[in-house]
């Protein structure tokens, strides 16, 4: 079965930081593009970052740019995300995404792991 | 930045058909992709590349997109269909942007 399943969410402090992981099985995790997608309480959907297959190129919305960092590891089928410098509007359920084959949108989810930033 | 706009809501008798919109300028020229998220739970996919249904989305959903406007069309409305919706836009490989939202409600 595809699957992917997020960890690490947590309560932190203004101006923490926490790293979250997202555990890929069921699928060739390596050749594949990834994604971390938030949504905020009551909220829409925000695209937060993207890596490529290979980790050398990872674009980034600009709330989270230079805060943030995306990266894999394809022997651990791992993705994770570095998240410094948290502020409260961060406070947001993240998901990681499989960007899926030809498909120009992401065609399976996590369950998400909750991250509250607060004093 | 390129933005997106959804109604917030919408409200269909079951066995009707439910029209969702997105718009956004020149959106058909871009890529629509379409996510179900029922309450609780995480996005499904359930339309790509405009008017393409995944593996196992049921055949009453159907998707168009021209001009500005995007549309989801859910026909034959179930109450299981009752969810938030939103679009996303593909344009290039380095962003992208997801719509605000349209809550369905089967009535």
């Known amino acids: 079965e595809v699957q992917l399943v997020e960890s690490g969410g947590a309560l932190v402090q203004p101006g923490g930081s926490l790293r979250l992981s997202c555990a890929a099985s069921?699928?060739?995790?390596?050749?594949?593009?990834m994604h971390w997608v938030r949504q905020a309480p009551g909220k829409g959907l925000v695209w937060v970052a993207r890596i490529n297959n290979f980790g050398t190129e990872s674009p980034y919305a600009d709330s989270v740019k230079g805060r943030f960092t995306i990266s894999r590891d394809n022997a651990k089928n791992t993705l994770y995300l570095q998240m410094n410098s948290l502020r409260v509007d961060d406070t947001a359920v993240y998901y990681c995404?499989?960007?899926?084959?030809?498909?120009?949108?992401?065609?399976?989810w996590g369950q998400g792991t909750m991250v509250t930033v607060s004093s | 930045s390129y933005e997106v706009t959804q109604p917030s809501s919408l409200s269909v008798s079951a066995g009707q058909t439910a029209n969702i919109t997105c718009s956004g300028n020149?959106?058909?020229?871009?890529?629509v992709s379409w996510y179900q998220q029922r309450p609780g739970q995480s996005p499904v996919l359930v339309m790509y590349q405009d008017n393409k249904r995944p593996s196992g989305i049921p055949e009453r959903f159907s998707g168009f997109n021209s001009g500005d406007t995007a549309t989801l069309t859910i026909s034959g409305t179930q109450a299981v269909d009752e969810a938030h919706y939103y679009c996303q836009e593909w344009e290039s490989s380095t962003s992208w942007v997801f719509g605000g939202g349209t809550k369905v409600t089967v009535l």
């Open positions: 020149k959106l058909g020229d871009r890529y």
């Open positions: 069921g699928f060739t995790f390596g050749t594949y593009w």
């Open positions: 995404a499989r960007d899926g084959p030809n498909m120009s949108a992401f065609d399976i």
